[in-house]
């Protein structure tokens, strides 16, 4: 289980509100794992996958909007988050075996999201609330 409470926040509120829906989501992928359910973990799947990209594509505006420099860079983390879902997807769609998926689930997704949230996010998020400070001063 992720705990929300145990992530860095970071300086952008709807980044926070985000984040926590995609640990909700997760969660629940989680519980349906340890219940060997793999229909569940495909539904979970596919809604974390729909997520990721709403959410990415949100930070990319913001970032974009606000001239981030390393936007591309993000941008690239983003985009292999996504064909690491896309391969987890079809993996479990082909065969219907959680074990395929199981270090996916159990450490490579929370293990990306705790560190993107504490290095690439934190960072953009400090950088676009320093602007927006600056444009209200
Ligand atoms: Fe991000």
């Known amino acids: 289980m992720i705990d929300f409470h145990q992530l860095p926040k970071v300086e952008l509120d709807f980044m926070n509100t985000e984040h926590q829906e995609a640990?909700?989501?997760?969660?629940?992928?989680?519980?349906?794992?340890?219940l060997h359910d793999v229909d569940s973990v495909i539904n979970g799947i596919l809604d974390i996958q729909e997520h990721c990209i709403s959410h990415f594509a949100h930070e990319e505006q913001v970032m974009k909007n606000n001239c981030y420099p390393p936007l591309q860079v993000h941008k690239e983390a983003h985009d292999r988050v996504l064909m690491e879902i896309d391969m987890v997807v079809k993996q479990l769609k082909n065969h219907r075996d959680l074990s395929k998926i199981a270090h996916y689930i159990e450490r490579g997704f929370p293990?990306?999201?705790?560190?993107?949230?504490?290095?690439?996010?934190?960072?953009?998020?400090?950088?676009?609330?320093?602007?927006?400070?600056?444009?209200?001063?």
């Open 23 to 34: 640990v909700d989501i997760y969660n629940k992928i989680e519980r349906d794992y340890l």
């Open 111 to 137: 293990n990306w999201f705790s560190q993107h949230l504490n290095t690439m996010d934190k960072m953009a998020a400090e950088f676009i609330s320093g602007q927006k400070l600056r444009k209200v001063g």
